[in-house]
């Protein structure tokens, strides 16, 4: 550019070319930043903005029943018997407080301490955000034997608070419809609010939620619904957690109380399981990166434990030798599983995703109650302290084993094509970015893959059979096979930081897109879930960082002559067979990728241009975990129960 242009671009730059938003045209305009993303996790956090408006009034003692409603066009009906947002005229803003509350950001009982000592939401950014990036929301309030009641379009009030009529009792119901402009998907995953309602109704003893689907009847025509209601709190909430899983103890160990102001709730116990299982939430919001009350938690923990151990002399000595074995902190949480939930009245979230308690005044208050819950638990349990340090002293023993499995795989891990697995066929591009490894269902799908494929970003590697299902054996046994041994291997990635000896160190990661590609089958099934057990318990980053997809291969393929049509669902096939017409029409089912050509596979199932991927997420940690103890485990009722309500390859294999 030359400087004569740049000298006019600059004259040209005034006050005219500044773009000032009102009122909630920001968030239509820029909704990611307010919600994290348009897809599937931003709609369903409308509903819990919503809901947690509801969730501050229980907090607060005034709301005692919430009831949820995905409607049969997909809104939402939230409806609580909390005080009802104020209709009275606000001073400053000159209109009814209601309309206030739901056009204005940052506006709401929350930010005075006087209505609310602490106030879930991650964001802040309230009911007035969903009512920008809903098409149409109605609010009604029962309030002083009154019912009010207004309407808003994309956040605009359609007219002024008005009284509609007599009401009994007082709370809210807000029914609100995203808007379809703004999101790429509008249909409600109704597991997806259940789980969270499940969640909250454990975080938050003595209150009942209720959720219903309207749009999926039952067979007696009522709809689908769930209510969820604890008297025990976090010791339910352990329950339902561990509820596939052997557990060590009797009872759970439980405290709940305050610490320098601070509540804190923290239910614990162990299992016979290998792996570590700590929920951590902050004010319900369920802190996924750890933080401050994380590490106060485990510090507590380890040192509470190792103290009693050392006390009572029982930690024993290494074979041959007169020195004791050595327990690392992360001994003493395998086969733990945990929930600690504190309520902070100014939390300061940090990390990657805003997801990480940052405030350290809350390191020490949840340290010393963990401590202090600990020291009388031992002391007035010896027999159940004893087995859960004989638990810690296998799992150390254990430890060191895969540690000298692991660093036989760090050993091989080297950048030379001699250090990779031999059935790898590795990509040109040297770039993690652009790079994308598939992991392949046996030898005869890999051969099509590996002819299939664009080799300059595209490395295959074939799996041999089902990988080994780590949810039921431990490090050692984990790291030593020779399945998952190449996928360390083939990623460039290992275990163990100096910091964290069960973090994943990504630096060396190879390929930042990492896709299970298996035949759309019961075997295909069962080693995708192999897999995805795999990573959210060995490589859980992978998932958090995006990095993980399923490839999806296509059902059927449809043929008249030379018109052929490819179609991934039941209703792709019925829609294929009117495009084509029913005489001479040939429809091929594929069980297997290696039923399809190279040209085949590439064009359905490999070419960016035309492939569906589906990422892997992790929406709620509790609920994943509770799925894969399930699904995973050794309790056949359950898994057998969950797998006939959700199957969808019933009919397969016929």
């Not at 809350?362 to 109650?369: F, M, S």
């Not at 074939?462 to 360390?488: H, T, W």
Request: proline share 4%.
């Amino acid at each position: 550019m030359s400087e004569e242009i740049k000298k006019q671009n600059a004259e040209d730059y005034s006050a005219s070319n500044i773009t000032v938003l009102e009122g909630l045209e920001a968030v239509r305009v820029r909704p990611a930043m307010y919600i994290g993303d348009v897809n599937f996790r931003g709609l369903h956090h409308l509903v819990y903005e919503v809901v947690d408006n509801s969730i501050d009034e229980a907090l607060a003692g005034f709301c005692t029943k919430i009831y949820v409603s995905i409607n049969e066009d997909n809104s939402i009906t939230v409806i609580d018997n909390g005080r009802g947002i104020p209709v009275d005229m606000h001073e400053k803003e000159h209109r009814s407080a209601l309309e206030v509350v739901m056009t204005v950001l940052h506006a709401g009982g929350k930010f005075d301490k006087g209505s609310y000592k602490v106030s879930g939401g991650l964001h802040g950014v309230g009911v007035s955000c969903v009512n920008a990036l809903s098409e149409h929301m109605t609010v009604e309030v029962r309030r002083g034997g009154k019912l009010y009641r207004q309407e808003y379009s994309k956040g605009k009030p359609l007219y002024p608070v008005k009284e509609v009529g007599e009401a009994e009792g007082s709370g809210t119901m807000v029914t609100f419809k995203p808007d379809g402009t703004i999101f790429t998907i509008t249909e409600y995953d109704y597991n997806t609010l259940m789980d969270r309602m499940r969640e909250l109704a454990y975080l938050n003893k003595g209150i009942e939620l209720t959720i219903e689907d309207k749009r999926h009847p039952e067979e007696d025509g009522s709809p689908l619904s769930n209510r969820f209601f604890s008297e025990n709190g976090l010791r339910d909430f352990l329950a339902h957690l561990d509820e596939n899983r052997e557990k060590l103890m009797p009872e759970p160990i439980y405290m709940e109380g305050e610490r320098n102001g601070i509540p804190i709730e923290v239910a614990l116990e162990y299992n016979k399981s290998f792996s570590e299982n700590i929920h951590s939430y902050v004010n319900n919001i369920n802190t996924h990166e750890g933080g401050t009350h994380l590490s106060g938690f485990r510090n507590g923990l380890t040192r509470t434990l190792k103290a009693y151990a050392d006390k009572e002399n029982l930690i024993p000595f290494k074979p041959k030798t007169k020195e004791k074995i050595e327990i690392s902190p992360d001994d003493f949480r395998e086969g733990l599983t945990a929930v600690i939930s504190v309520k902070v009245a100014e939390p300061q979230f940090e990390g990657q995703t805003k997801t990480k308690l940052g405030n350290n005044e809350v390191r020490g208050a949840v340290d010393k109650a963990v401590s202090e819950m600990m020291e009388n638990y031992l002391e007035e349990h010896p027999t159940e302290a004893r087995t859960i340090v004989s638990k810690v002293v296998l799992a150390a023993e254990a430890r060191i084993a895969a540690r000298k499995a692991r660093e036989s795989v760090q050993r091989s891990t080297v950048f030379s094509s001699a250090g990779l697995p031999g059935k790898l066929a590795d990509c040109q591009d040297n770039d993690p970015a652009v790079c994308e490894i598939y992991f392949v269902e046996g030898d005869s799908a890999g051969g099509s893959a590996k002819q299939g494929r664009d080799r300059k970003f595209q490395a295959i590697l074939p799996l041999r059979g089902k990988i080994l299902n780590v949810e039921k054996a431990s490090q050692d046994r984990a790291f030593d096979s020779e399945e998952i041994r190449n996928i360390y291997t083939a990623l460039g990635v290992h275990k163990g930081t100096d910091d964290d000896p069960k973090a994943l160190n990504l630096e060396k990661l190879r390929y930042h897109k990492i896709i299970i590609m298996t035949d759309a089958d019961v075997d295909g099934a069962h080693i995708d879930t192999l897999m995805l057990t795999f990573f959210f318990r060995y490589m859980p980053e992978l998932i958090e960082n995006g990095y993980v997809y399923l490839a999806t291969p296509p059902l059927y393929l449809v043929k008249k002559g030379t018109k052929r049509i490819y179609c991934w669902s039941e209703e792709d096939r019925e829609r294929a067979l009117v495009e084509v017409g029913d005489k001479g029409v040939h429809v091929q089912r594929y069980k297997g990728l290696g039923e399809m050509n190279p040209e085949q596979l590439w064009e359905t199932t490999m070419d960016p241009e035309n492939r569906q991927l589906r990422q892997v997420t992790i929406e709620n940690a509790a609920s994943t975990d509770y799925i894969f103890s399930m699904l995973m485990g050794d309790d056949v009722p359950p898994r057998r129960e969950f797998i006939e309500r959700n199957a969808t390859y019933a009919n397969i294999d016929a």
